[in-house]
């Protein structure tokens, strides 16, 4: 047997110790995952067995054993730093502690589209920070692939030129993909206020306009509440008049801070 005759098969037998037994019993042990990393460990202790022999396989065995995990320790560690720093962050914002809620979201926002979001949320209303349109599109923006919300919001400031130059063919199609793909609720009743609107290019459609709304309503969004309870109250486009119905939707709106469903109930009352 040749030197490298010898290193492959030293290559191979410990690129099968590395890689371990493929034992089907167990499926927690490992599935096709580890079925795939024993095979890339096999092939790699082949290939440096091949062209290094024992010195290679032990230089595999250091990256295997130690490098490889030390280096995938680290970057799951600071992956789950920025979730809990993130869960930290809303849990502020939540006690309204925006100040510090703010200082927390910033210094994770890059990695976590929670904490971006969030940002962005804080910014575009000025709430422990003055009001900068501009940061929280920067926020929305960065959170926007991973955070349906997020993109939301930034399809939001796209079509009304909020904080950037106005975009709304690329806002309107922010704005669907996060409400029909994302199935996220404020996507969901912006997309069914426009469309009983039509502004913004979105087809004038009052039936799929409150089916959207009624949505947004069942997962407690107060202005959906007002624009249905208007729409019934007043019988507008079609919608069969429910002065009682409507009425009762506007209150709840107004109870929960809803400025336009206020004016409605002091219009009506004067």
Known sequence: MNKEEGNFWTGLLVGKMLGGKNNNSNKNNGGCLSTI?????????IFLGMNFGIKGIIIGAV??????PVIVGILKGKKEYNTKTAAEAWELFNQGSYTLALEKAEQVAEKNSDAADLAGILYKNGEGCDVSLEKAFKYFEMGKDKNMEAKANYALMLLNGNGCQQ?????RKELLTAANVGKNTLAIMRVGEFQITGDFGFEKNIEKGMKNLRIAIDEGYPFAMYVVGAMQYNGIDGVPVNKEKGLELIKKAAEQGVQNAVEFLNNINQ
């Open 167 to 171: 975009n709304i063919e690329l806002g």
């Open 37 to 45: 990393l024993g095979l890339i460990i096999i092939c790699a202790a």
């Open 63 to 68: 990256l295997v054993f130690i490098v490889i």
